[in-house]
């Protein structure tokens, strides 16, 4: 469950949890997400009955239920659209990284 959010949140707390734009934090945005990724070589025919799987698992009322009771929100998208995701996370941090010159420690 988020202690705050940069968006309403209707988990636990019913909405009542404060944004971090209503607690004074202007222009943040960070979200955590999870992913199933299979190697790069896999065929795609393989992938693509992996992800019919994985869609109709996360369509299972019981799977969504479980996952929205810890904070998660369930998407099941396709691997375009993982890929586009992971392009834009990379770039928005790594433009951060490097102007603000952060190193692994």
Known sequence: MPACSCERWWGHSGGKDATLEEQGF????????????????????????????????????????????????????RPEQLAALLKRDYDKWGKLIREKNITAQ
């Open 26 to 77: 202007k222009n943040v945005e960070a979200a955590n997400w999870y992913a199933i990724l299979a190697p790069a070589k896999t065929p795609r025919d393989v992938a693509d009955r992996l992800g019919q799987a994985i869609r109709k698992a996360m369509s299972m009322p019981d799977v969504r239920d479980k996952l929205l009771a810890t904070g998660a929100e369930p998407v099941a998208g």
